[in-house]
C-alpha cells in the first residue's frame, strides 16, 4: 500500500489514494492537511470569500429523510421573507463589501415561486447597480425556471449531489419521481450548460455511507468538473426519519474529522475551485470553520436571515448562531479569520478561478 507521503508527492488521486489518504491519521494526516494548505496558498492564495446567506423560506414540497425543514415535519412555523426583509439583508451585505450573497431556501416549484425570485433578483440588482453578486440555492427547478433567474442577474446556483452513489440516494429520499438521483444529475448539467458557477456537495457521515462512497464523492466532482463545493457533517434531526438510525453513527468528532480531510482532499485534487467552510462544521466544533480554512476552504457564509426566522430554519440540530444579529457575526468572524491566518477579501466578488479557468480554455 502506498504511503501518505508517496501519494502527495505523486499527486495522482485514484479511489484507492483517497482511500488512503480518507483513513490517515496522525502525522500522516498532518502532511495531508500542510499539502493542502499550502495548495489553497499557491492557487487561490489565503484570502476568504464571504457569501452573506438568506434563508429565504422554510416552505418545501420535498422530504428528504435526512432533513428538518423537510415537508412532514409540521414543528416549524412555516415563514417567507418579504421582499424588504431581503432587500435590507442584501444592503447589509453590500453595504460592509461582502460583495455577494447567497439566496436559499426549501425546495418550491411553480410560476408564482420563480416569478418571485425572479423579481427579487431584479430588485437586488437595482438597489446595489449590479455590484452585489447573487447565488441561488433553490433546488432543483425547470431549464425554463434556471434560464430566467441567470437572466435576471444569478450567476451562480449550490445544488448538493448529497451523495454520488445512486443507491444510497435512494436510502436517503423517499422512493417517487420527486426525489430521483437522475432528476438531480440532469438539473446540475442544466446549470452547467445554461452557464452558471455551479457547486455541489454532499454530506459526510451518514447512515449506509461507506468510506468508498465517500472517495466517489471526490471522484464524481473532479469528473463533473464542479466550480465550488460545499461540503459538511450530516447531523441527525430528532424530528426526521433518518434519526432512527442515529445509533449505527460515527461520532460527531468523527464525522468532522472525516468533512476536514474531504476538504483536503479535494483541494489537493481541484486546486482552483472554491471550497466553503460550511456551518455544519463549526456546529460539530466552536473552531470548526477556522480548521477547514486551514485545510484548504476559502469561502464563508456568515447568516443574515433575520434572527426570527433562524429558529425555523434548522436543517439539523444545534445550529450555531441562532440568535445572533448579522453585525455582531461580522466582527466575530472577522478576528475568526484573521486567527486562522487568513485575509478576508472584502469587495471582491471571489468568482471561482476554476470556472474562469474552464470557460477561457
Ligand atoms: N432545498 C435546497 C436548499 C436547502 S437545503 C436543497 O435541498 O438544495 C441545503 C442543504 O442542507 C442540503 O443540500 C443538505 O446537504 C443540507 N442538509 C439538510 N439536512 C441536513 C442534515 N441533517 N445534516 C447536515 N446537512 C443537512
Ligand atoms: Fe427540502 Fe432541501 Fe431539506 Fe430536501 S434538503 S427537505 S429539498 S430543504
Redesign the pocket.
Known amino acids: 500500500m502506498l504511503s501518505v507521503n508517496k501519494i502527495l508527492e505523486k499527486g495522482d488521486f485514484d479511489k484507492q489514494a483517497i482511500l488512503v489518504l480518507l483513513n490517515s491519521t496522525g502525522n500522516e494526516r498532518q502532511l495531508l492537511f500542510e499539502k493542502a494548505k499550502e495548495t489553497k496558498a499557491k492557487y487561490v492564495g489565503r484570502k476568504v470569500y464571504l457569501r452573506g446567506l438568506i434563508e429565504y423560506s422554510n416552505y418545501?414540497a420535498k422530504n428528504?429523510l435526512?432533513?428538518?425543514i423537510r415537508a412532514g415535519n409540521s414543528r416549524y412555523v412555516r415563514y417567507q421573507m418579504t421582499d424588504e426583509e431581503v432587500l435590507e439583508a442584501a444592503e447589509f451585505a453590500w453595504k460592509n463589501r461582502y460583495a455577494s450573497i447567497v439566496i436559499?431556501?426549501?425546495?418550491r416549484t411553480g410560476e408564482t415561486f420563480a416569478a418571485t425570485i425572479e423579481n427579487l433578483l431584479h430588485k437586488i440588482t437595482a438597489k446595489t447597480g449590479g455590484a452585489l453578486h447573487v447565488t441561488l440555492?433553490?433546488?432543483e427547478q425547470s431549464e425554463e425556471t434556471y434560464l430566467r433567474w441567470y437572466a435576471a442577474g444569478a450567476h451562480r446556483y449550490l445544488?448538493?449531489i448529497?451523495v454520488s452513489n445512486p443507491l444510497l440516494y435512494q436510502k436517503l429520499h423517499p422512493v417517487d419521481k420527486f426525489h430521483d438521483y437522475q432528476a438531480r444529475m440532469e438539473a446540475l448539467k442544466c446549470l452547467k450548460r445554461i452557464g452558471f458557477q455551479v457547486g455541489t456537495?454532499v454530506?459526510i457521515g451518514l447512515p449506509f455511507q461507506t468510506m468508498a462512497d465517500l472517495a466517489d464523492d471526490l471522484l464524481f466532482f473532479r469528473e463533473f468538473d464542479i466550480d465550488m463545493a460545499g461540503m459538511?457533517?450530516?447531523?441527525?434531526?430528532e424530528h426526521t426519519p433518518l434519526f432512527q438510525y442515529s445509533r449505527e453513527l460515527l461520532p460527531l468528532r468523527d464525522r468532522f474529522d472525516l468533512a476536514l480531510k474531504m476538504v483536503a482532499i479535494l483541494r489537493i485534487m481541484m486546486k482552483d475551485i472554491n471550497i466553503a467552510a460550511t456551518t455544519?462544521m463549526q456546529t460539530i466544533d466552536g473552531q470548526g470553520r477556522e480548521k477547514a480554512l486551514l485545510v484548504g476552504a476559502n469561502v464563508i457564509m456568515p447568516n443574515l436571515t433575520p434572527v426570527k426566522y433562524r429558529q425555523d430554519y434548522l436543517?439539523?440540530e444545534n445550529k450555531p448562531c441562532i440568535d445572533e444579529e448579522a453585525e455582531e457575526c461580522k466582527s466575530c468572524l472577522e478576528a475568526r479569520i484573521h486567527m486562522a491566518g487568513d485575509e478576508i477579501a472584502y469587495g471582491e466578488w471571489g468568482d471561482s478561478k476554476h470556472f474562469k479557468n474552464r470557460t477561457t480554455e
Open positions: 418545501c428528504c435526512y432533513c428538518g436559499q431556501s426549501g425546495e440555492s433553490l433546488g445544488l448538493r448529497e456537495g454530506m459538511g457533517p450530516y447531523i441527525e434531526h455544519a436543517l439539523y
